[in-house]
């Protein structure tokens, strides 16, 4: 029992400190620690007082919430990017596909040589650019 009191007594006294603890030397070589330094003796601080509210430090500008920010700001400039590639390509196929469903006589460039799409080509365009549309554009 008084093993476990003394335990507890030593592990939360550096806790229940509010003062500093100075260390000293008297004239006859003993070291002796106490809360006053005595008058005319040279003593060190060995435990400084703690401030009762302390106030975290602010993190450096560089440090970790810094560089949190840059990738955040990175990722956020690639996925605008991507949503205006993305309304680009919709806007072009939702032109292409227009042009295929209104226009029967549809030309392509082949090898430098204009040719007209078949009927059967302009439905397999129709149903490629329909459903590039369903899946990518909203």
Known sequence: MIFLTASLLVGLSPMCMAGQVYKWVDAQGVTHFGAQPPEGTEATTVIK?????????????GGPIGDQKAIDKEVKKQIAEQEAQLKAFCEQARTNLAQLQNNPRVREDVEGEMRRLTDEERRQRID???KQIEEHCQ
């Open 49 to 61: 007082s703690s401030p009762s509210v302390t106030k975290p430090p602010a993190p450096p500008s």
């Open 128 to 130: 490629e650019t329909s």
